[in-house]
Every structure is written in C-alpha cells, then in structure tokens.
T-cell receptor
Framework: DAGITQSPRHKVTETGTPVTLRCHQT?????MYWYRQDPGHGLRLIHY???????DKGEVSDGYSVSRSKTEDFLLTLESATSSQTSVYFC????????????FGPGTRLTVT | KNQVEQSPQSLIILEGKNCTLQ??????????LRWYKQDTGRGPVSLTI?????NTKSNGRYTATLDADTKQSSLHITASQLSDSASYIC???????????FGPGTRLSVLP
C-alpha cells in the first residue's frame, strides 16, 4: 500500500457543511492524487499535486479544493457538501513520477445527507 | 473525447477456468495502459503497466496484451481462483501521465 493512509475512513455529514479528508503518505513521493468513485463510473480525478503547494485541477474539481503544505499530506476539502458529493474518495501516489506505478489508499466513504 | 470502454460489464466463471477481459480506448496522446484489480471495499492494486512499445506483459496468472494500432487491450486470467473475484479496471494515461482515464471496470465473479 506504499504507506498511504486516509482519514476518516467513513463519514456522514449534512448538506452545506464543510468536510476535509486527509491523505497521508510515509515515503515522500512527489505526486499525489484525489479521485472519486461512483457506481457506473470509473474513478475520476478531482485534483492532483506535483509538489508542496503545487496543485492542479482534474476532471471533476468543481466544489472541491485541495492543499499540500507538507510533502506527506494532501488534504481534500468539500467547501459546502452536497448530496452529489456522496461517494468513495481515493487518494493515490505515483512512485517514480506520473508515468510510473500508482498506489491507492484504502478509501473514504462519504455520505452527505 | 478521451474514453476507455471495457467489456463485458460483468462475468461469472467457474474456478479453474480461464477468461479474457477487453479494453478499448480513444485516449490521445498515449503514454501507457494499466490494469488494476480492485477488491470490494479496497483501493485498486496495479497488475500491469504497458507502454506503447510493449504488446504483452505478464504478472503471474495475469497476462495483458496491447495493440496500440487498434487501441485495444486485453487481460487474460489463467486457471482462475476464488480470490480473483474482483473488479478489473483498465486505465489509459496521456501526456506525462497526468491525464489518467479510467474505464468503468469489469466485475468478475469466480464460483467454486
């Protein structure tokens, strides 16, 4: 699992509240990613980071923001959670660069009621 | 539009049998193609990565093929085991690996 942890693993929140998900890695890899996975869809990229304070948007970034103040932590924030953001969120890292092996965390199941 | 399609959507086979999963893509430019296995409730785990110049790659009982001309890939599983029950996801990467396009997956069930 390349030392990737996600917290929390499960969360239920109400519409309109802010939510922050944390991804932590222990091996100082440069590239980190946030994805969401929904039934009937492949994983979709929300945001990615290529270094401390270097981030960029993915395919489905609306309603999400990220921050990376330390190499080991990549935070995903839902600024005002909506029911459409109910999903399973996966963090991933690339080992050796973006074209190399990608390892995923265990996922966070988020339910917005 | 960059897309990855997989077939079949789901598959049921008996333990010990072989099977082949298909992946067609329209991602351009092309950097590499990956196959992942995802067990229920877990994150995906990489099985193989192939670049443009590779047309076959094996990982134990898993063998992936790539035809970059027709933009097709397959994943062949030999002598299936109950633990092979999972979703298998095809992922195509574009420029510099920053454009990962995931297929919807094939759900494989191996029955005793």
């Amino acid at each position: 699992d390349a030392g990737i942890t996600q917290s929390p693993r499960h969360k239920v929140t109400e519409t309109g509240t802010p939510v922050t998900l944390r991804c932590h890695q222990t091996e100082n890899h440069r590239y980190m990613y946030w994805y969401r996975q929904d039934p009937g869809h492949g994983l979709r990229l929300i945001h990615y980071s290529y270094g401390v304070k270097d981030t960029d948007k993915g395919e489905v970034s609306d309603g999400y923001s990220v921050s990376r103040s330390k190499t080991e932590d990549f935070l995903l924030t839902l600024e005002s959670a909506t029911s459409s953001q109910t999903s399973v969120y996966f963090c991933a890292i690339s080992v050796g660069g973006p074209t190399y092996e990608q390892y995923f965390g265990p996922g966070t199941r988020l339910t917005v009621t | 539009k960059n897309q990855v399609e997989q077939s079949p959507q789901s598959l049921i086979i008996l333990e010990g049998k072989n099977c082949t999963l298909q992946c067609n893509y329209t991602v351009s430019p092309f950097s590499n193609l990956r196959w992942y296995k995802q067990d229920t409730g877990r994150g995906p785990v990489s099985l193989t990565i192939m670049t443009f110049s590779e047309n076959t790659k094996s990982n134990g009982r898993y063998t992936a093929t790539l035809d970059a001309d027709t933009k097709q890939s397959s994943l062949h599983i030999t002598a299936s085991q109950l633990s092979d029950s999972a979703s298998y996801i095809c992922v195509v990467s574009g420029d510099y690996g920053q454009n990962f396009v995931f297929g919807p997956g094939t759900r494989l069930s191996v029955l005793p």
